[in-house]
């Protein structure tokens, strides 16, 4: 049974900063696609960041430059830093894993999901 917790959301004001960290517990954390997703209300989910078993990672268009994704597989746990955040980057943030398949940025290819965390940056 995978579980993923995430933590460090809050509020923030724009360009400024803000890590999310993810808790995996429940299965070889390592030999997983691992990523972030993000839910704004109204909108659909879509995938933020994602980084495969072997380190290598693709980013959203939106975000590319600014967040970073990275593993540590000792701690088994998945983070995400938010550097110059803007008000559009503001959702829900969840951390999900994929069991099998291409690790790429598709909600609907993930197996498992955390709960999420609040992310809010004001103009």
């Known amino acids: 049974q995978v579980q993923l917790v995430e933590s460090g959301g809050g509020s923030v004001q724009a360009g400024g900063s803000l890590r999310l960290s993810c808790a995996a517990s429940?299965?070889?954390?390592?030999?997983?696609?691992m990523g972030w997703f993000r839910q704004a209300p109204g909108k659909e989910r879509e995938g933020v960041a994602v980084?495969?078993?072997?380190?290598?990672?693709s980013y959203a268009d939106s975000v590319e430059g600014r967040f970073t994704i990275t593993k540590d597989n000792a701690m088994n746990t998945l983070y995400l830093q938010m550097n110059s955040l803007k008000p559009e980057d503001t959702a829900m943030y969840y951390c999900?894993?994929?069991?099998?398949?291409?690790?790429?940025?598709?909600?609907?290819?993930?197996?498992?999901w955390g709960q999420g965390t609040q992310v809010t940056v004001s103009a």
């Open positions: 980084i495969d078993s072997d380190g290598f990672t």
């Open positions: 429940g299965y070889t954390y390592s030999s997983y696609c």
């Open positions: 999900a894993a994929s069991y099998a398949g291409p690790c790429r940025l598709d909600p609907h290819a993930m197996s498992a």
